[in-house]
């Protein structure tokens, strides 16, 4: 008889775990649909609208303000950075190429002054 409890035990367990994820399912469905509806509430709403689209513009507003008072101060931006770098390693290239040059033009003056020199 005892084994016929535990294999009852065992179908009670599983039907409970069925129910619970049959109740998480629901459960979840129900908060995404509600989630949806406030959702489109507030993007049908006017003044929800004019909230966010203001919010939009004060941000936008801060930075503008941001860079002029940078700009004032004579902080360069971090774009004004990344210019510099580029134009910097741009001017890094050529004057590698310009040492380059120098070089063999010192070889080849070297080796001029060698054969005149026979």
């Excluded at 049959?22 to 507030?42: H, I, M, N, Y």
């Excluded at 774009?79 to 070089?103: F, H, N, P």
């Amino acid at each position: 008889m005892a084994g016929t409890d535990r294999s009852s035990e065992g179908s009670d367990l599983s039907e409970s775990d069925e129910a619970a994820e049959g109740l998480r399912d629901r459960l979840s469905t129900a908060g995404e649909e509600a989630l949806g509806e406030v959702t489109q509430a507030l993007l049908e709403n006017p003044l929800f609208n004019q909230v966010l689209a203001t919010t939009l513009g004060a941000g936008e507003r801060a930075l503008a303000a941001q860079r002029s008072a940078m700009s004032a101060l004579n902080v360069p931006s971090s774009s004004d950075v990344e210019r510099i770098e580029r134009r910097l390693r741009s001017l890094s290239g050529r004057l590698e190429d310009v040492e380059d040059r120098l070089d063999e033009i010192a070889d080849e003056i070297a080796a001029l002054r060698k054969r005149d020199s026979r």
